[in-house]
């Protein structure tokens, strides 16, 4: 709702703006003042859909550089944020007015503060040469092709998750963009004194992670949205050639790594995870299973289950009331949703459910089944929903995820939380003999990708190197 809103007040004040990076003059459809209201806004979606690193000294150390090298820029009284999400996706985003948000995926595979810097220079990049609003004027005019989001949970990209674990905004850029953004990062980091042939490397890596990943079928969000991490590396190094004199740059590697240490590395489980079509979560003492064939997407403040070819999902989330009863009457209150009598059941320790239409945007029609339940001391909502004329098809598989919640059984084993470990290797090890010593938490290809090294390789005594183990 908020977000169509917005729109239709950047219609009226169309308006021409001189471009700060290029000093041209182009069409602007959004006031600075919206572009930050817009950015404050990704803030908040991001700390609920997928959370923030709880980790304040790794967060001030990221936005340290970030402000260094943003007040350097172009729009240095942009109201500037760096934040760190807590997502084990290889990925880094600008939302517009000038907030920034790296993964903490993205940082496991990082060796250095120079290769930091030049993701982070990057993605300020796209917001000083204004792509962040030229993108979001795009998309706001394209069409949603979401099902019933828009309506039922007032956001209109929960559903449209791009092959992402992550909610947050997914701008995307031309490929010039992300060119012109490269050679901003360059500008920046060379600026702040960066050894800038630290940046290739960097799409080095996230080529090689990308193609890692392809058997997971997880592809980095960075490289997805972004163009070929090959013709990257060939630009970033033909302009790190131009530098006459490498001698004063430095690449920050020991203080990076310094801060790697610790780090949670991978899918962290305690946020509850997908083991197959089974979603366990220890802290809260519940798991569910989801139809056969679908995905699910874990998100901070809710479970989102989407049927393979978009025609049906199912989202589950803790409610905001404190009885079934005002839950059930909570939902009743939403405008344009038409929802029959309520069912009592046995789900958890009890439950309600409903039969409701609504409509979206667009007119069509949807048809779903809205259920609370009672688990632990907490409500708890699912939502499971298609288009009306899909409705007969799915309703089996919302009905069978609905009724499976449950508590896990006293020994339900759980997955452990995996963490970043920093050593100075005492002698030459091979990475193989590293992965050996993990217990386990580690495999020599793992180990490879986030050192950036060959697999085969005799990684040397004295060096600091990254390493994964059980926390
Ligand atoms: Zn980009």
């Known amino acids: 709702m908020r977000k169509a809103t917005l729109a239709a007040a950047a219609l009226l004040i169309t308006a021409c703006a001189v471009n700060p990076v290029t000093g041209k003059r182009q ?11 817009m950015g404050r806004g990704e803030v908040v979606r991001a700390r609920e859909e997928t959370g923030f690193y709880p980790d304040s000294g790794l967060t001030a150390y990221i936005a340290g550089i970030g402000k260094r090298m943003a007040a350097a820029s172009e729009r240095p009284d942009l109201p500037w944020e760096f934040h760190l999400i807590d997502d084990p996706m290889v990925n ?13 995926g993205i940082l496991a595979y990082m060796n250095s503060e120079a290769e930091l810097a030049g993701v982070i220079g990057h993605e300020i990049g796209h917001v000083t040469a204004k792509h962040t609003v030229t993108a979001i004027s795009r998309q706001q005019a394209g069409t949603i092709g979401i099902i019933g989001a828009a309506i039922l949970t007032n956001d209109q990209r ?130 569910f299973d989801m139809p056969n064939g679908w995905r699910g997407i874990n998100q901070a403040s809710q479970v989102i289950m ?26 009743r209150q939403q405008q344009g949703v038409t929802t029959g009598a309520a069912t009592a059941g046995n789900v958890g320790q009890g439950s309600q459910s409903a039969e409701f239409t609504a409509s979206m945007q667009d007119g069509t029609a949807l048809r779903g089944r809205v259920q609370f339940f009672l688990h632990g001391g907490s409500v708890y909502q699912v939502l499971g929903l298609s288009t009306s004329v899909n409705w ?52 020599a290809r793992e180990l490879a990708l986030i050192n950036s090294v060959d697999e085969g390789v005799m990684l040397a005594a004295g060096k600091k190197v990254k390493t994964i183990r059980w926390r």
Do not use: C
């Open 392 to 443: 007969s098809q799915w309703i089996g598989a919302v009905d069978a995820t609905m009724r499976s919640f449950t508590t896990p059984p006293a020994n339900q084993q759980y997955r452990r939380v995996r963490e970043l470990r920093v050593v100075t290797l005492p002698s030459g090890k091979t990475v193989d003999a590293l992965a050996g010593e993990s217990g386990g938490a580690a495999t």
């Open 27 to 37: 069409l602007s459809l959004v006031s600075e003042a919206q572009e930050i209201e």
């Open 92 to 104: 880094a985003f600008a939302a517009p007015g000038g907030f920034i948000f790296i993964t903490r």
């Open 306 to 331: 989407v049927e393979p070819n978009g025609t049906a999902q199912i989202i589950m989330k803790q409610a905001a009331q404190a009885s079934l009863n005002e839950a059930m009457a909570a939902w």
């Open 158 to 287: 929960v559903a449209d998750l791009g092959g992402a674990g992550l909610g947050v905004l997914f701008l995307k850029y031309g490929r010039d963009q992300e060119r012109q953004s490269d050679g901003l990062g360059h500008r920046y980091s060379l600026a702040q004194g960066y050894d800038v042939r630290e940046m290739p490397k960097t799409f080095m890596t996230l080529g090689r992670v990308s193609e890692a990943s392809g058997d997971a079928g997880r592809i980095p969000g960075f490289l997805s949205t972004h163009p070929d991490p090959g013709d990257r590396v060939a630009a970033t190094t033909a302009w790190a050639d131009t530098v006459s004199d490498y001698s004063k740059l430095i690449t920050g590697r020991d203080r990076f790594l310094a801060q790697m240490n610790g780090l949670v590395y991978g899918e962290d489980p305690r946020q509850g995870y997908f083991e197959g079509v089974r979603f366990l979560h220890q802290g809260l003492r519940l798991q």
